[in-house]
């Protein structure tokens, strides 16, 4: 079975300051996909990554950056110089059944409440 | 601003009402999806569509029932709910078979059952 663990439930952090969140996840899949997701208090989930499992490489897009070590299944976020407007909900997920009519399921993690303190 | 758009944003409704909730997406996208979100909780998925058929249900209650009228639409029938029915619904849609197939979301509707 797919499963996702974020152990970080919540984290507060003084705006500016690098933070990371955790993701690690289990699959017997040798072909998967790993996504970031936030979502803020408004309630929409906005996209922010996708990483498939034969791509190891970080990846940076402005402020945000992403590990992935299939070594030891993590796929972690950390957003630098934090703002206020990062505050939010940031979900890991992770797809199976990608080939199967096309679609995808998506399995969840439990979601970090990120605060960022003004 | 998301090509993702759900309404009502806000819905209140009795255990004795019928309402539905719509979904359209403007992206081509020929797999829709219906998700719940309870409070401090991941979404969980309840309905697939791919190419207007459905194919994946969740095992939900039949108080939900699902529709596709073509391929941008999604509807989500509302009928004798029970207020642990109240939450967050959420619409995605998604490409399949292609080389960009993650979902985007719309901004949910959040139901209140009475």
């Known amino acids: 079975a797919q499963k996702v663990t974020q152990a970080q439930t919540e984290i507060s952090v003084v705006e500016k300051e690098d933070v990371t969140l955790d993701c690690v996840y289990e699959t017997r899949d040798t072909t998967y996909y790993l996504f970031w997701y936030k979502q803020p208090p408004s309630g929409e989930l906005v996209f922010l990554i996708r990483r498939n499992s034969f791509d190891e490489q970080n990846e940076i897009s402005g402020r945000y950056s992403w590990n992935f070590q299939k070594s030891t299944s993590s796929f972690n976020f950390t957003i630098t110089a934090s703002q206020v407007v990062d505050s939010a909900v940031y979900f890991c997920?992770?797809?199976?059944?990608?080939?199967?009519?096309?679609?995808?399921?998506?399995?969840f993690g439990t979601g970090t409440r990120l605060t960022i303190i003004p | 601003d998301t090509e993702v758009t759900q309404t009502p944003k806000h819905l209140v409704m009795g255990m004795t009402n019928k309402k539905s909730l719509k979904c359209e997406q403007h992206?081509?996208?020929?797999?829709m999806y219906w998700y719940k979100q309870k409070a401090k909780k991941p979404p969980e998925l309840m309905f697939v569509y791919s190419y207007e058929k459905l194919s994946i249900n969740e095992s939900v209650p039949s108080r939900f029932s699902p529709e596709c009228p073509n391929s941008s639409l999604l509807n989500l029938h509302l009928h004798a709910l029970q207020p642990e029915d109240s939450a967050l619904y959420l619409c995605?849609?998604?490409?399949?078979?292609?080389?960009?197939?993650?979902?985007?979301f719309g901004p949910g509707t959040r139901l209140t059952v009475t």
């Open positions: 995605a849609s998604s490409q399949p078979l292609s080389s960009s197939y993650e979902q985007y």
């Open positions: 992206m081509g996208h020929r797999a």
């Open positions: 997920a992770l797809s199976e059944a990608l080939f199967s009519f096309g679609n995808e399921k998506l399995t």
